[in-house]
């Protein structure tokens, strides 16, 4: 599957996002994203909220790799990453071609006034950053930017002024309200979380652990009402209901009927994040999933 045309990288159907990759051994990071280029992943996924750096991760797993993309799931536009993103992305696309997909994503007026920036609305804060974007030499194209939007006008924006959206922590239902806004040419790539246990107890708990925090934040708590959940799903960690909908547990077929549900509903890529409960690269866990790419 060859990427909608309005992104400039192929990341194809399915991607593995990683927080574990920027924090790995060099080595052992490049040895990873070579077994995962062999395998026909479509794209690694860094994420950006794990401080500074991303671009120099994202240019080392480029230069490990021959023919996948990595793309950026999502760096904070406060943060100093973000003031270097043109020049860097013009430095790496120069030296490994269009296969870096550069991500994007507002954060929270915490974050601004950390860096002694006004933060105003969402809408303008993303509105003012793609302006420097566009003004910078070179800039950083449209069609080499994803958004990470969950409310319709940043939706919207992520449409008109991106390759589409990366959102997180999100149900297929989201799939379908977003390709309503987009359109049909601009890209929906959703973060999946994938629990490879079979046992409800043990998966949950495992699930909880890797993004329950995320639940409590406000961004995610509005567009999970906007899904469809209420104060009963909201709880610390999220209800069973919430977590059956948000994360994919179970076999390698209950994960494959997730991505389906997901690709029906709208989607045009899954970027896999692999959860075990332990801070080590799942490269086994990868290593079975690839058993996906050929379904």
Same mark, same amino acid.
């Given at each position: 599957?060859?990427?909608?045309?309005?992104?400039?990288?192929?990341?194809?159907?399915?991607?593995?996002?990683?927080?574990?990759?920027?924090?790995?051994?060099?080595?052992?990071?490049?040895?990873?994203?070579?077994?995962?280029?062999?395998?026909?992943?479509?794209?690694?996924?860094?994420?950006?909220?794990?401080?500074?750096?991303?671009?120099?991760? *994202?240019?080392?797993? +480029? =230069? @490990?790799?021959? !023919?996948?993309?990595? &793309? #950026? $799931?999502?760096?904070?536009?406060?943060?100093?990453?973000?003031?270097?993103?043109?020049?860097?992305?013009?430095?790496?696309?120069?030296?490994?071609?269009?296969?870096?997909?550069?991500?994007?994503?507002?954060?929270?007026?915490?974050?601004?006034?950390?860096?002694?920036?006004?933060?105003?609305?969402?809408?303008?804060?993303?509105?003012?950053?793609?302006?420097?974007?566009?003004? *910078?030499?070179?800039? +950083? =194209? @449209?069609?080499? !930017?994803?958004?990470? &939007? #969950? $409310?319709?006008?940043?939706?919207?924006?992520?449409?008109?002024?991106?390759?589409?959206?990366?959102?997180?922590?999100?149900?297929?239902?989201?799939?379908?309200?977003?390709?309503?806004?987009?359109?049909?040419?601009?890209?929906?790539?959703?973060?999946?979380?994938?629990?490879?246990?079979?046992?409800?107890?043990?998966?949950?708990?495992?699930?909880?652990?890797?993004?329950?925090?995320?639940?409590?934040?406000?961004?995610?708590?509005?567009?999970?009402?906007?899904?469809?959940?209420?104060?009963?799903?909201?709880?610390?960690?999220?209800?069973?209901?919430?977590?059956?909908?948000?994360?994919?547990?179970?076999?390698?077929?209950?994960?494959?009927?997730?991505?389906?549900?997901?690709?029906?509903?709208?989607?045009?890529?899954?970027?896999?994040?692999?959860?075990?409960?332990?801070?080590?690269?799942?490269?086994?866990?990868?290593?079975?999933?690839?058993?996906?790419?050929?379904?």
């Amino acid at each position: 599957m060859t990427t909608k045309k309005s992104a400039r990288a192929d990341i194809g159907r399915l991607g593995v996002w990683s927080l574990e990759l920027r924090g790995a051994d060099p080595s052992a990071a490049g040895d990873a994203a070579a077994e995962l280029d062999d395998a026909g992943w479509g794209a690694l996924w860094l994420a950006g909220a794990g401080g500074p750096g991303i671009w120099q991760s *994202a240019s080392d797993l +480029l =230069a @490990a790799t021959s !023919r996948l993309s990595v &793309a #950026l $799931g999502v760096a904070s536009i406060w943060g100093p990453d973000a003031d270097a993103a043109p020049t860097e992305f013009a430095r790496i696309t120069g030296q490994h071609g269009d296969r870096l997909l550069a991500g994007f994503g507002v954060s929270s007026p915490q974050n601004a006034a950390a860096v002694g920036k006004p933060f105003g609305t969402p809408i303008g804060a993303m509105n003012q950053y793609l302006d420097r974007l566009d003004q *910078a030499t070179p800039p +950083l =194209a @449209a069609n080499d !930017r994803i958004l990470g &939007a #969950l $409310g319709p006008r940043m939706v919207e924006l992520a449409g008109r002024r991106g390759a589409g959206v990366h959102p997180f922590l999100v149900t297929p239902e989201s799939n379908i309200a977003n390709r309503s806004i987009l359109g049909e040419s601009s890209l929906i790539a959703p973060h999946l979380a994938v629990v490879l246990e079979t046992d409800p107890a043990k998966a949950r708990q495992i699930a909880r652990a890797g993004i329950g925090m995320f639940i409590g934040f406000p961004s995610y708590q509005a567009n999970l009402r906007r899904l469809g959940f209420t104060d009963d799903d909201l709880v610390p960690g999220g209800s069973d209901r919430l977590i059956d909908r948000v994360v994919a547990w179970g076999s390698l077929d209950d994960v494959r009927r997730r991505i389906d549900e997901h690709i029906a509903a709208g989607a045009d890529h899954l970027a896999l994040h692999v959860l075990t409960g332990q801070r080590r690269l799942p490269r086994a866990e990868w290593a079975e999933l690839a058993s996906l790419l050929s379904a």
